[in-house]
């Protein structure tokens, strides 16, 4: 069974950074595309950032580029968030995804829990 499980959000003071982790555990047939969501209060979830597997290629929404670097480590089965020059608007529970087989046809998005980042001084 495929489980994501995410860590390393906390309180930070604006201007920090902070570096989410989220580790994959189960079998996968295949692999196609990681992603980093968010969700701050009273609004909807929103991509942040996305990492295809086979070429590692990464996009990130405009209001992270520049500030947000997301990477794979495939021997620790964890992708990251490596977040920097935060801003209390970043406040939000962030969740990861993968798109993914876990069986030769059977394809499906997995979610995480969440792990919830607050920016303030």
């Known amino acids: 069974q495929v489980r994501l499980v995410e860590s390393g959000g906390g309180l930070v003071q604006p201007g920090g950074s902070l570096r989410l982790s989220c580790a994959s555990s189960?079998?996968?047939?295949?692999?196609?595309?990681w992603g980093w969501y968010r969700q701050a209060p009273g609004k909807q979830r929103e991509l942040v950032a996305s990492?295809?597997?086979?070429?590692?290629?990464?996009n990130y929404d405009d209001a992270v580029k520049g500030r947000f670097t997301m990477s794979r480590d495939n021997t620790k089965n964890t992708v990251y968030l490596q977040m920097d020059s935060l801003s209390p608007e970043d406040t939000a529970v962030y969740y990861c995804?993968?798109?993914?087989?876990?069986?030769?046809?059977?394809?499906?998005?997995?979610w995480g829990q969440g792990t919830q980042v607050t920016v303030s001084s």
């Open positions: 995804n993968v798109d993914a087989k876990w069986s030769s046809t059977a394809r499906r998005v997995f």
């Open positions: 189960g079998s996968f047939f295949a692999i196609y595309t």
């Open positions: 990492l295809t597997e086979g070429t590692r290629n990464t």
